[in-house]
């Protein structure tokens, strides 16, 4: 069974424990070296006087100096002012009856000269007693003496013992201190703050003076919640515009639907006149036409909206797509009384695109034109490359778009004012032509310096 979270140790805890654990063994093992150099002693036979010998005032040697050593199969030899021997106690092994300094002080750092015997010497009145031991003589041996550790008083092991009690509770408590500052309020305020996020509050910002790794922490939380909060901002908006857009629709609908309900009836029950029943025909049709326009447009804006909705790019040539719209254009707008200005590259422009999309990018933008240019009697398109990417722009020299209406005119159903005439649009042609070129990695931008002027930018493709 899975434990819940609050049966976990906190990684506050987890600190403390582990360094808890960490300073016991490490008391441990200097405990135990302790021990090994202090406590464990040397052992040596005590039948004798070893290294040196005790003499008597005339300079002989008491007993039980000399039977030891000899005991042992050692010798003592007696040395005069020279360094000749004068005088030797056991069976002496060697043959050297004069020594020197020199020879004395190499014999013994090397065993007397072998590595059969030690050598140890002694001053005397009037000269040196050397004492040799035979190397296999004794052995050393290690006891155990608690009490060779604590010489200065038989309390002092308490009392050290209890210092050391007190030593690692203040380096603990210091520890802590120093933990609980540097880790655990920070993290206790990190989780403080995911919890007024996770409640609903908004521009939650994190503000603490503290470690590098948790300042880049706090950053990291900081911008997440802006971009929370942007987001939800932008949720926001998209709900109000969808619900906006609904209305609209709804409104934009229900009078061509009456229209066509009221034409309906009335031929239905034989109230038109034969000669205007074509008229009422047409009508029914033009209006059925508009609605399916809507939904058409209104279909192809949520799928720009959408995620999840992927675009068909293939290699395009912008060129030909462009030169084809015009020439569908080409005539519905000079019989409305426009010049028709056409500026396309005989050559082919590829560019990765959606062709059905960018041609209803095209057609909206001369559509719309056409429709709201009521003062001036030019339209003109152009196509350009410039540094890898492709321009295309559509203007007119109709009167500019007001100051106000720029900062909402690519939203849906936004329509133009006073002489660009309402009749007709649906307010979604700018809005899906910048949203498809969005999805397409371009832009759609507006320039109303003289006229208006809509450019379209996209990325070129290399011909192969």
Same mark, same amino acid.
């Given at each position: 069974?899975?434990?819940?979270?609050?049966?976990?140790?906190?990684?506050?805890?987890?600190?403390?424990?582990?360094?808890?654990?960490?300073?016991?063994?490490?008391? #441990? !093992?200097?405990?135990? @070296?302790?021990?090994? +150099?202090?406590?464990?002693?040397?052992? =040596?036979?005590?039948? %004798?006087? *070893?290294?040196?010998?005790?003499?008597?005032?005339?300079?002989?040697?008491?007993?039980?100096?000399?039977?030891?050593?000899?005991?042992?199969?050692?010798?003592?030899?007696?040395?005069?002012?020279?360094?000749?021997?004068?005088?030797?106690?056991?069976?002496?092994?060697?043959?050297?009856?004069?020594?020197?300094?020199?020879?004395?002080?190499?014999?013994?750092?090397?065993?007397?000269?072998?590595?059969?015997?030690?050598?140890?010497?002694?001053?005397?009145?009037?000269?040196?007693? #050397? !004492?040799?031991?035979? @190397?296999?003589?004794? +052995?050393?041996?290690?006891?155990?003496? =608690?009490?060779?550790? %604590?010489? *200065?008083?038989?309390?002092?092991?308490?009392?050290?013992?209890?210092?050391?009690?007190?030593?690692?509770?203040?380096?603990?408590?210091?520890?802590?201190?120093?933990?609980?500052?540097?880790?655990?309020?920070?993290?206790?305020?990190?989780?403080?703050?995911?919890?007024?996020?996770?409640?609903?509050?908004?521009?939650?910002?994190?503000?603490?003076?503290?470690?590098?790794?948790?300042?880049?922490?706090?950053?990291?939380?900081?911008?997440?919640?802006?971009?929370?909060?942007?987001?939800?901002?932008?949720?926001?908006?998209?709900?109000?515009?969808?619900?906006?857009?609904?209305?609209?629709?709804?409104?934009?609908?229900?009078?061509?639907?009456?229209?066509?309900?009221?034409?309906?009836?009335?031929?239905?029950?034989?109230?038109?006149?034969?000669?205007?029943?074509?008229?009422?025909?047409?009508?029914?049709?033009?209006?059925?036409?508009?609605?399916?326009?809507?939904?058409?447009?209104?279909?192809?804006?949520?799928?720009?909206?959408?995620?999840?909705?992927?675009?068909?790019?293939?290699?395009?040539?912008?060129?030909?797509?462009?030169?084809?719209?015009?020439?569908?254009?080409?005539?519905?707008?000079?019989?409305?009384?426009?010049?028709?200005?056409?500026?396309?590259?005989?050559?082919?422009?590829?560019?990765?695109?959606?062709?059905?999309?960018?041609?209803?990018?095209?057609?909206?933008?001369?559509?719309?034109?056409?429709?709201?240019?009521?003062?001036?009697?030019?339209?003109?398109?152009?196509?350009?490359?410039?540094?890898?990417?492709?321009?295309?722009?559509?203007?007119?020299?109709?009167?500019?778009?007001?100051?106000?209406?720029?900062?909402?005119?690519?939203?849906?159903?936004?329509?133009?004012?006073?002489?660009?005439?309402?009749?007709?649009?649906?307010?979604?042609?700018?809005?899906?032509?910048?949203?498809?070129?969005?999805?397409?990695?371009?832009?759609?931008?507006?320039?109303?310096?003289?006229?208006?002027?809509?450019?379209?930018?996209?990325?070129?493709?290399?011909?192969?």
């Amino acid at each position: 069974m899975k434990k819940k979270t609050s049966e976990k140790i906190s990684i506050f805890w987890k600190l403390i424990i582990s360094y808890i654990v960490f300073s016991f063994f490490a008391v #441990l !093992i200097v405990i135990a @070296v302790g021990i090994t +150099t202090l406590v464990f002693q040397v052992y =040596i036979p005590q039948n %004798f006087e *070893f290294p040196g010998i005790a003499s008597g005032k005339n300079g002989e040697i008491l007993y039980p100096g000399a039977e030891g050593v000899k005991t042992l199969g050692g010798w003592i030899e007696e040395l005069d002012e020279d360094y000749r021997v004068c005088r030797i106690y056991g069976e002496k092994k060697t043959d050297t009856m004069q020594y020197t300094p020199e020879l004395l002080l190499e014999w013994t750092d090397l065993k007397a000269g072998n590595e059969q015997y030690y050598l140890y010497w002694q001053r005397k009145k009037g000269g040196i007693y #050397l !004492i040799f031991y035979p @190397v296999n003589a004794y +052995t050393i041996s290690y006891n155990f003496d =608690i009490d060779s550790m %604590f010489v *200065f008083s038989p309390n002092i092991g308490k009392r050290m013992g209890l210092l050391l009690v007190v030593l690692l509770s203040a380096d603990i408590f210091f520890v802590s201190l120093y933990i609980s500052r540097k880790i655990h309020k920070p993290l206790r305020n990190l989780i403080s703050g995911m919890k007024r996020v996770e409640q609903g509050e908004e521009k939650v910002a994190l503000s603490m003076q503290t470690e590098k790794e948790f300042v880049e922490i706090q950053e990291a939380f900081n911008r997440m919640t802006k971009e929370l909060y942007a987001q939800k901002t932008e949720n926001e908006k998209m709900s109000q515009s969808r619900s906006r857009m609904l209305l609209e629709l709804s409104h934009d609908i229900k009078t061509p639907v009456a229209t066509i309900k009221s034409y309906a009836f009335a031929l239905q029950e034989g109230m038109v006149p034969e000669a205007e029943k074509e008229k009422y025909y047409r009508t029914i049709a033009l209006k059925a036409d508009r609605v399916d326009q809507m939904a058409a447009d209104l279909f192809t804006m949520l799928k720009m909206e959408s995620a999840d909705y992927v675009l068909e790019l293939k290699k395009t040539d912008i060129a030909e797509l462009t030169r084809r719209v015009c020439a569908e254009f080409y005539e519905e707008v000079t019989e409305a009384g426009f010049t028709f200005l056409i500026e396309i590259p005989e050559r082919p422009v590829y560019v990765n695109g959606d062709e059905a999309l960018l041609s209803r990018v095209i057609s909206n933008l001369l559509t719309n034109a056409k429709k709201y240019n009521r003062t001036g009697n030019i339209i003109q398109i152009c196509l350009e490359e410039q540094e890898g990417a492709v321009h295309l722009w559509v203007k007119d020299d109709g009167e500019p778009i007001s100051e106000e209406l720029r900062n909402r005119m690519f939203t849906a159903f936004v329509r133009g004012e006073s002489t660009r005439s309402t009749k007709g649009g649906t307010g979604l042609g700018l809005a899906i032509a910048k949203a498809v070129m969005e999805k397409h990695g371009g832009n759609l931008i507006y320039c109303g310096e003289q006229g208006n002027k809509f450019e379209i930018h996209i990325a070129k493709v290399q011909p192969l």
